[in-house]
């Protein structure tokens, strides 16, 4: 939920330009170092409650029967971080946010200031103490991570939604153990959203997956929904659900099949060779009110309206069940009644091509998926292909008019590169840098901001001659670089504040087994 249609980010620049960024770091979706040895998905091993005619059974339920919200099934989220998307709401553990009552879970947002922690819950540099954060409103966000995380199943909750300008509820699913790295590389499973209801003739929901690389690679697709009959969501209580089992999700408003997506549409840059990925791992569920935020402050331009609150969210029950005819796929199951959207999703980028044992990233010109960028402090690199004669003919001439920069070839997806055994290039310097004594030369591989093999030196060779480098992959993952996920495999600089005037040459850029 949080991460939304319309996420945004920040990136700082520095040596990680070179990286992939966004969408990690200090965000909504507890992405930063993820979840500390999480619990591991188990096969039921009973039913709570017999095989439906569906073949589902129900594994886990909260009917909210009793008197206090259940702490065995949920955890309550504290801060104020504006949820990735510049949200009003701080998210507070308080009576008169959530609490149980007549058997319904109440949810409600508040027109109050509050402060509290800046960070999400799970980054390693949370305090619950910290008061740095803030907002306009408090509301309640509400999480089964430790206490029920599944793979497949069918995801249930009956509701009644709130409304009003800047209104956002949601009932969704993020991954307990980010596998695949931040968001939205592990992925998100968004089984109900809806903003605004009732005002500027708002009356639909939203069901909506999240994958594809880092931000701003950040992909989804998804399908909206229109009660029948000229229903709002907002007037009474409807059942919202997703079927999901290996290679396909599935979303349901009263039983209503409305929309399907399948893994030819969805993909991960962290393990594109994964047909079902980031698909296929434990997720739990969270329950949310939001205020504002890029989505609903800015659907009818109306910001958030002060007077439509206080709002509530009004859950009667949550439900989990998994198919008995295969708990390991959650195939067998499947209900639909054939009218229903096949959204296509996204397709996966293509892999960059390999011949044999070799993968080439530069050879006289830069290879698809590859393309060189430079980053500088100030000044410039520039790159140009020159006819180098000899053997080499065309070859790539970098000359650096800054102290500060780094040249490199990316590609816009990450790759699983974990199969090369090494990252081989030839190299000719021409000119010296400035301090021709002191001179070295700086290598690195990058596996998407922060993730990086960190800086590999290298001898600067002698002038006017080619020199075949070979590094092993194995020291570069050593440095920390994830060879399962790397979208920069070359990035080259002579050492930092000794640049100015250095030209080189490289050529046969490429990746060996």
């Known amino acids: 939920m949080s991460t939304n249609l319309f996420r945004t980010s920040v990136f700082s620049l520095a040596m990680a330009a070179t990286a992939c960024g966004g969408g990690g770091g200090a965000n909504d979706d507890g992405d930063v170092g993820g979840p500390i040895d999480p619990p591991q998905n188990e096969r039921p091993a009973r039913c709570i409650e017999d095989a439906l005619n569906s073949g589902y059974c129900l594994v886990w339920a909260d009917e909210f029967s009793g008197s206090a919200i259940d702490a065995e099934k949920w955890s309550h989220e504290k801060n104020c971080t504006g949820g990735g998307n510049n949200e009003a ?25 509050a402060t509290g922690p800046n960070l999400v819950d799970d980054d390693p540099n949370y305090d619950p103490d910290d008061v740095s954060g803030s907002g306009t409103y408090t509301s309640a966000r509400l999480r089964t ?10 995801f249930e909750m009956r509701a009644k939604l709130p409304q009003g300008q800047g209104t956002w509820p949601a009932f969704w699913m993020l991954p307990s153990d980010w596998v695949y790295g931040g968001w939205p590389l592990s992925g998100e499973i968004d089984i109900l959203e809806a903003v605004n209801l009732k005002v500027g ?43 999901w089992e290996e290679g396909e999700i599935r979303w349901y408003v009263d039983g209503d099949h409305y929309a399907t997506q399948t893994s030819a549409g969805w993909y991960t840059t962290a393990a594109l060779g994964n047909s079902n990925a980031p698909f296929d791992q434990s997720f739990h569920l969270i329950l949310n009110l939001a205020v504002g935020g890029n989505w609903s402050a800015n659907v009818n331009d109306g910001g958030i309206d002060e007077g439509a609150f206080p709002q ?10 998994q198919c008995t005819e295969d708990f390991d796929t959650g195939k067998g199951c499947g209900t639909t009644d054939g009218d229903f959207v096949h959204n296509p999703g996204v397709a996966p980028p293509q892999a960059p091509d390999a011949e044999g044992d070799e993968l080439s990233v530069f050879d ?7 393309q060189w960028y430079t980053w500088t402090a100030s000044g410039t690199v520039d790159f140009q292909v020159v006819d180098a004669g000899g053997d080499y003919g065309d070859v790539g001439q970098i000359t650096y008019n800054t102290n500060q920069g780094i040249g490199y070839f990316q590609s816009a997806a990450a790759y699983d590169l974990s199969a090369y055994t090494y990252i081989e290039f030839d190299l000719q310097v021409l000119v010296e840098p400035a301090v021709a004594g002191s001179a070295s030369l700086t290598f690195r591989a990058d596996c998407g901001h922060p993730c990086s093999s960190g800086d590999y030196p290298l001898d600067m060779p002698a002038l006017d001659q080619w020199t075949h480098f070979q590094i092993p992959m194995m020291e570069l993952a050593a440095g920390g670089l994830n060879t399962a996920s790397v979208n920069t495999p070359f990035v080259l600089s002579p050492a930092w504040d000794n640049q100015m005037g250095a030209v080189l040459q490289v050529d046969n850029v490429r990746l060996v087994k």
């Open 364 to 370: 006289g010109a830069a290879q698809a998926p590859y």
């Open 145 to 154: 991570k430790g206490l029920g995380d599944w793979k497949f199943g069918r």
């Open 201 to 243: 003739g708002e009356d639909h929901v939203h069901g909506t997956l999240h994958f594809g690389d880092s931000w701003p690679g950040n992909k989804y697709s998804g399908e909206r929904y229109q009660l029948p009959g000229g229903l709002n969501p907002a007037d009474d209580f409807h059942t919202y659900a997703v079927e």
């Open 89 to 113: 709401q701080c998210y507070v553990d308080a009576a008169d946010n959530s609490w149980v009552a007549d058997d319904v879970l109440h949810i409600k947002a508040i027109r109050e200031d």
């Open 312 to 321: 509530e969210m009004q859950v009667d029950y949550v439900r989990v069940y």
